[in-house]
Nanobody, 121 residues
């Protein structure tokens, strides 16, 4: 089995920073793209940031200049550095990965359990 575990969430005042981590473990042959999503109360889940295996990144316009995504392939880990946080950034942040399993020829989508980020004004 492959699992993704997020960490680093918490409560912070507006203008503060948090760094989220998501570590993948299991029978992993390789990981293609890794992504961060978030879901605010009463809203649908949205893509926040994505990074390819080679390190090409994209973030949504609403967090551009404040959030950055990175990864450490040796550790099968993706990070989300969040600066200048705003109350509207509040939500459950989940990581997603497209994973090659050892002994299999297809990729599989895997999700972490999510970590709560709360930004107070």
């Amino acid at each position: 089995q492959v699992q993704l575990v997020e960490s680093g969430g918490g409560s912070v005042e507006a203008g503060g920073s948090l760094r989220l981590s998501c570590a993948a473990s299991g029978s992993i042959y390789g990981i293609n793209n890794m992504d961060w999503y978030r879901q605010a109360p009463g809203k649908q889940r949205e893509l926040v940031a994505t990074i390819t295996r080679s390190g090409s990144t994209n973030v949504v316009e609403s967090v551009k200049g404040r959030f950055s995504i990175s990864r450490d392939n040796a550790k099968d880990t993706v990070y989300l550095q969040m600066n200048s946080l705003k109350p509207e950034d509040t939500g459950v942040y989940s990581c997603h990965a497209e994973v090659f399993l050892r002994g299999r020829s297809l990729t599989y989508d895997r999700w972490g359990q999510g970590t709560q980020v709360t930004v107070s004004s």
